[in-house]
């Protein structure tokens, strides 16, 4: 059985960073999807990035807002992903999940959708201004 486990959450000030982590355990291949989304109140998840741990290929949301800001990255493992967030604005404060679709060796519209994907409990980033 997946579990995700996230941490990094925190409070920071506009133009701070983090990185969130996400280590991923009981995936039986190293060809997952991994990925991070975030959920603010009564609103959907939203795709922030994902990766195809197999090959590495990284996805990003085509939201203008975080591009260029994050970027996803795996261990040697290919169970644990970080997502390094930069210049961090209030807009960004959200819950934070990491999501996984195992033995998948793309990141496919159906994942980065949030459709049937394994969760994590999730990690409160919070940027004051």
């Known amino acids: 059985q997946v579990q995700l486990e996230e941490s990094g959450g925190d409070s920071v000030q506009t133009g701070g960073s983090l990185r969130l982590s996400c280590v991923g355990s009981?995936?039986?291949?190293?060809?997952?999807?991994m990925g991070w989304f975030r959920q603010t109140p009564g609103n959907d998840r939203e795709v922030v990035a994902a990766?195809?741990?197999?090959?590495?290929?990284?996805?990003?949301s085509g939201s203008g807002s975080m591009k260029g800001r994050f970027t996803i990255t795996q261990d040697n493992t290919k169970t644990t992903v970080y997502l390094q967030m930069a210049n961090l604005k209030p807009e960004d404060t959200a819950m934070y999940y990491c999501?996984?679709?195992?033995?998948?060796?793309?990141?496919?519209?159906?994942?980065?959708?949030?459709?049937?994907?394994?969760w994590g409990q999730g990690t409160q980033v919070t940027v004051s201004s």
């Open positions: 009981g995936f039986t291949t190293t060809n997952n999807c």
């Open positions: 990766i195809a741990t197999g090959r590495g290929r990284t996805y990003y």
């Open positions: 999501a996984a679709r195992a033995s998948a060796s793309i990141c496919d519209d159906r994942f980065m959708r949030g459709r049937d994907n394994l």
